[in-house]
């Protein structure tokens, strides 16, 4: 792993267990193991390193995301809330703790959200065999919930999630198997 990709995972797993405000360029530093001189070198100054940390987050929470349906999606969040803990949406505290004087950081945080949208939107239509912008709305909002409501009931929550989920897709079906027919 070159420095740059290592200072960036260092700092993306120390934020998301300790938090963005109460996370300062010392504490990155030696968690990356790297001088300031370093750390400052391959990264820049600290919006810089949130913006890379969330743009590593984002490609890796995307990739383990299968869109395959919307039981799958659920299934995966559990999957990753297992393997990665459960703090909250990483972007939204971003956005909340260090976004507010950054447009970079802000920015960031919206393209990943338009991304999941996209994802879930795509997974609503893997399920239906159309688009259902109504629908991928409802499980966008559950897959929100779900990932916040995990910080204090774990895999309870996206396991909770998901059947709503499941519920919805299938009454979704049957009205449009009523339609149709």
């Not at 393209?111 to 939107?121: D, F, G, P, T, V």
């Not at 519920?167 to 009523?178: G, K, P």
Request: hydrophobic share 50%; proline share 1%.
């Amino acid at each position: 792993m070159t420095d740059h990709a290592a200072i960036i995972a260092s700092a993306e797993a120390l934020l998301d267990r300790e938090g963005f405000s109460a996370t300062g360029m010392d504490r990155l530093t030696r968690a990356a193991g790297v001088s300031s001189r370093t750390l400052y070198k391959h990264v820049g100054g600290r919006a810089a390193l949130i913006v890379g940390t969330l743009d590593a987050r984002s490609e890796r929470f995307l990739a383990a995301m299968p869109c395959d349906g919307v039981d799958g999606l659920f299934r995966a969040l559990g999957e990753w809330v297992e393997a990665q803990g459960a703090h909250g949406c990483f972007f939204l505290r971003a956005l909340g703790e260090a976004g507010a004087g950054d447009p970079a950081i802000g920015d960031r945080v919206a393209a990943h959200k338009e991304a999941m949208a996209a994802l879930i939107a795509n997974c609503v239509a893997a399920d239906l065999g159309e688009a259902d912008i109504v629908l991928a709305d409802q499980i966008l909002m559950l897959f929100e919930g779900a990932t916040h409501a995990a910080v204090y009931r774990g895999t309870n929550a996206v396991e909770a999630a998901r059947q709503a989920a499941t519920t919805l897709v299938e009454a979704a079906r049957h009205s449009a198997e009523r339609t149709d027919g």
